[in-house]
């Protein structure tokens, strides 16, 4: 069975941008029996060794785990922000031993501007190969986050290239379902046209990428009352099982649409829906 973890970050409205959030989302894990939460940079309040690791201490108090801990991106700002966000990195992967965690989602960056997707592209990678360099030697593995919003990695074909090209035994792929080109739920998506129905280049690229993934970020929705209706979990969850994934799954909320559904209320209805459709056969 396939380990469930909370994005903390899905309640940062309720609990704003603070390990407050942090603080919530294990609460809520532990209420739901699951395996523990994920985290993002942004919601540390120091990196202070003592502080870290007494976050730590209180988390696992709960009965749950860390998972990993993402790295904050600025999609619309110009290939030149590299340079800042490997040195985050690296401050990051210094002081990740002292939550216990050893994973690091980073995603890529925005084509904006007069870059071309090529020349972003490889200022990506040229990212990735320098964080991961480091984390290697720090123990730590680099899960490289597919995302849109006018980004690349967003497409099957760039995760695979971005694999293939970055040569690292750190380097390893968090499949976000909600962040391919042709999901409703990402940025540049023509919802006028589509009707918020998503788009068969999205599962492709999900059935391109599930293979060689090591973790799923399962995004959900809810813009509508029900069970998620953007995405097709069925069909989701059946290409992860085809795919013999057996990783975790961090579910990620983003409220859209009309459905205004409270953020915690949303996470523990997603955990629900994904554990009935991993348990199916």
Request: net charge negative; hydrophobic share 40%.
């Amino acid at each position: 069975m396939n380990p469930i973890y909370l994005q903390a970050l899905s309640l940062n409205s309720i609990h704003g941008n603070t390990d407050g959030t942090i603080h919530a989302a294990a609460d809520l894990a532990a209420e739901l029996g699951i395996a523990g939460v994920d985290i993002e940079d942004r919601l540390l309040a120091s990196y202070e060794p003592s502080y870290l690791q007494e976050l730590a201490h209180s988390i696992e108090s709960r009965g749950v785990q860390l998972g990993y801990c993402g790295l904050i991106v600025n999609f619309q700002s110009p290939i030149t922000v590299v340079q800042s966000e490997i040195e985050s990195a690296i401050e990051l992967i210094k002081v990740l031993p002292h939550l216990g965690i050893s994973k690091m989602r980073v995603a890529g960056n925005g084509v904006v501007g007069s870059q071309t997707e090529e020349f972003t592209f490889n200022a990506v990678k040229n990212k990735v190969q320098t964080i991961c360099d480091h984390a290697a030697d720090a123990g730590i593995d680099v899960y490289l986050h597919n995302h849109n919003h006018g980004s690349v990695p967003s497409t099957g074909a760039q995760i695979v290239r971005m694999l293939d090209e970055v040569n690292s035994p750190a380097l390893k792929h968090v499949l976000d379902t909600g962040q391919f080109q042709g999901s409703p739920g990402s940025g540049g998506f023509d919802h006028s046209l589509h009707a918020n129905q998503a788009q068969p280049e999205l599962y492709e690229s999900i059935e391109t990428c599930a293979p060689l993934a090591s973790m799923v970020r399962a995004k959900f929705y809810f813009a509508e009352p029900g069970d998620e209706q953007w995405l097709d979990y069925p069909r989701i969850v059946r290409t992860l099982k085809n795919a013999d994934f057996e990783g975790p799954i961090s579910i990620v909320y983003e409220n859209k649409g009309d459905g205004n559904r409270p953020a915690d209320e949303a996470l523990s209805d997603a955990a629900d829906y994904l554990n009935k459709l991993l348990n199916e056969e």
